[in-house]
């Protein structure tokens, strides 16, 4: 592999990840915190509001909801089709949640950013989906459908108004 994640072999063109995001409607989002301030829910949320739906998949609120969906423990637990896996978990992590991904039927397996399990991709790869590693869900979404500003974010905040 090579040493730049970004320019693995695996690593797919603007293309493609176009056309994923395009097909996608459910993305499970595993890792997903309930507090507002975390990469997992402020991804979750600008994705939810671009018309997915998201699946929150974390032990730590299985019963309770986020983001109004009920959340599970695992992707096992997820009622109904999974279009992308987005796995905001650590890098040794992922293998189990390839498996689980390839298990559910889904078809992306998407690595956030700083989560690199080649291993994993692979697998994953083999059994049929794609797969996506060190990279946002949320601003690859947003860079590719005109939704990112200075910054990466559209917080509002930043303006060249004068308040007055």
């Given at each position: 592999m090579a040493d730049d994640p970004?320019?693995?072999?695996?690593?797919?063109?603007d293309a493609t990840l176009r056309g994923l995001l395009r097909a996608a409607r459910t993305i499970a989002v595993v890792g997903l915190s309930a507090d507002w301030h975390r990469p997992s829910f402020f991804a979750a949320k600008y994705m939810q509001q671009r018309g997915y739906r998201i699946r929150p998949v974390n032990p730590r609120y299985a019963g309770a909801t986020v983001l109004g969906?009920?959340?599970?423990a695992s992707l096992a637990e997820v009622d109904g089709p999974v279009d992308i896996v987005d796995v905001f978990r650590r890098t040794e992590e992922v293998g189990p949640i390839a498996d689980a991904a390839i298990a559910i039927g889904a078809k992306v397996l998407w690595?956030?950013?700083?989560?690199l399990n080649h291993d994993a991709a692979a697998k994953a790869r083999a059994a049929g989906l794609a797969t996506v590693m060190n990279r946002c869900v949320k601003i690859e979404h947003a860079r590719l459908f005109g939704g990112l500003h200075w910054a990466g974010v559209n917080t509002g905040v930043v303006s060249?108004?004068?308040?007055g």
């Open positions: 970004q320019q693995a072999p695996e690593a797919p063109d969906e009920p959340c599970v690595q956030q950013i700083g989560v060249a108004r004068r308040r």
